[in-house]
C-alpha cells in the first residue's frame, strides 16, 4: 500500500497512474495535508509514502519528522518542484530514500520506485548535476548505498575481499556481491579501475560516506 501526501489533486492523480503503471494491483491512499496524512498512516499502515515538499502553508517534512517520532517502518520518497539543494540535504539528512523533482522523466520515478523497494537510496540526477560543486564522478558516488561505499573505501587502501569482509562482518560471497554493485553504479570494468576511481575522488567519496550516515 502506497500514500501519496501532495496539496494539489492532478499532482495526486497523476503520481496515482504513474504508481499503478508499475504496480498496477497495488493499493494507493491519497492525503492533501500532512493532517489526512496521518490520519491515513494510523488508519492504514502504508507500506511506502510520496511526500512532496510544498504544501502550502504546511510542508512534507512536517509529515515526515511525524513518521521519524512513530518510529513507523515506511519506505518515503520526496517528489518535489523544489531544487533548493538545502531542502535535499535535509531530506538526506532525515533519512527519506529516494528524493525526485516532479519534472522527472516517467522512468526515473519508475526506476526510483524499483530501487527503494531493493533497500537502496534514490536521488535525482538531474537535482545532483545542478550541484556545480560536485564533479560527475563524484556524483556516481550517491548511487551507492552506505555499505558499497564503505566497501570501495576498504578498496581504495587495498584490502582484499577476504580481509573487507573480516572488518564488516560478512561473507566473501557477500563483499563480492557488493563490489559487483559497486563497479556497475560507477561504470568500471574492474576492482582496479574501482581502487583508481576512489583515490581520485577521495574528498568526495568522504562526504558521501558523511551523507549516508545521516
Not at 12 to 39: H, N, W
Not at 55 to 61: A, Q, S, T
Not at 139 to 149: N, V
Not at 164 to 191: A, F, M, P, Q, W
Request: net charge negative.
Amino acid at each position: 500500500m502506497i500514500l501519496v501526501l501532495d496539496d494539489h489533486p492532478v499532482s495526486r492523480q497523476g503520481l496515482e497512474s504513474i504508481i499503478r503503471m508499475y504496480k498496477p494491483e497495488e493499493e494507493v491512499l491519497q492525503a492533501g495535508s500532512v493532517r489526512e496524512a496521518i490520519e491515513q498512516t494510523e488508519k492504514c499502515s502504508p507500506d511506502m509514502a510520496f511526500i512532496d515538499i510544498n504544501l502550502g502553508v504546511e510542508n512534507g517534512f512536517e509529515f515526515l519528522q511525524w513518521l521519524i517520532g512513530s518510529e513507523r517502518r515506511i519506505k518515503t520518497f520526496m517528489i518535489t518542484s523544489s531544487s533548493d539543494t538545502n531542502d535535499f540535504y535535509k531530506a538526506k539528512e532525515m533519512g527519506v530514500d529516494a528524493y525526485l523533482l516532479k519534472d522527472s522523466f516517467i522512468d526515473d520515478i519508475m526506476y526510483g520506485l524499483r530501487v527503494v523497494e531493493r533497500g537502496e537510496k534514490f536521488y535525482s540526477t538531474t537535482l545532483l548535476s545542478q550541484m556545480d560543486h560536485i564533479s560527475d564522478e563524484e556524483r556516481l558516488l550517491y548511487r551507492l548505498t552506505k555499505r558499497e561505499l564503505e566497501v570501495l573505501r576498504f578498496l581504495s587502501n587495498g584490502y582484499s575481499n577476504s580481509r573487507i569482509g573480516e572488518c564488516l562482518y560478512v561473507s566473501e560471497g557477500t563483499v563480492k556481491k557488493h563490489i559487483s554493485n559497486i563497479l556497475g553504479k560507477l561504470d568500471v570494468e574492474n576492482r582496479v579501475e574501482a581502487m583508481l576511481f576512489a583515490g581520485r575522488n577521495s574528498a568526495g567519496l568522504q562526504r558521501a560516506m558523511e551523507q549516508a550516515k545521516s
